[in-house]
């Protein structure tokens, strides 16, 4: 589970309109739904300026957390880029977690596809504690990818709603030695 979200997002709507700012989150989550349908994920919804993304939903997968990892590595560059382009400073956060969760449809009439569970919230958590410009995960998804990723220790954090977690950033993939 990934949440990502645009830092420093709420005081945009001050300084543009309502259709430019609708605009600005298209472009920026169109280039997210691509790296989504490249490294085989599910956009879940977007949440304001925040955007859900699984791996394993509503197909699993053997490499969900790898998937995961490999997509929030890429869209700090998708976003340099965009900022590039755009003449603009956007920034993110990125929390992943890798936990077990619970998905369905809900809803008679407007139907929607969501995800429960303490997975969720914990990838939340992770996003909304984390720091610009860094991918924080949490143990679990640190055991799963720090063999071939590089992973760097941040230490407990209190987290809200959790307590102390022990933390980490994910800074890239780990070089391929050649024999």
């Known amino acids: 589970m990934i949440f ?7 005081p945009m709507p001050e300084k543009m309109s309502a259709i ?7 472009k920026v989550f169109s280039r997210l739904a691509a790296l989504v349908r490249k490294h085989g994920l599910g ?24 998937s ?21 400073d956007l920034n993110m956060r990125i929390g992943i977690n890798s936990d077990p969760l ?3 449809v809900i809803g008679k009439w407007k139907f929607l596809y ?14 909304w504690h984390g720091i610009a410009g860094e991918i924080q995960i949490i143990e679990s998804t640190c ?3 720090a063999h071939v990723f590089e992973i760097q220790d941040r230490g407990t954090i209190e987290t809200k709603g959790k307590g102390l977690m022990k933390t980490y950033f994910l800074n890239g993939r780990k070089a391929v030695v050649s024999a």
């Open 4 to 10: 990502a979200d645009i830092v420093n997002f709420t």
């Open 20 to 26: 430019d700012l609708v605009h600005l989150l298209d």
């Open 43 to 66: 956009k879940i919804k977007t949440i304001g300026n925040a955007y859900m993304v699984a791996a394993g939903v509503p197909v699993v997968c053997g490499n969900h957390a790898e």
């Open 68 to 88: 995961m990892a490999d997509f929030a590595l890429e869209f700090p560059q998708s976003l340099r880029d965009f900022n590039k382009e755009n003449s603009l």
């Open 102 to 104: 619970a998905a369905g």
């Open 114 to 127: 969501d995800l429960w569970i303490n997975c969720v919230n914990t990838a939340a958590r992770m996003e």
């Open 143 to 145: 055991d799963l990818i």
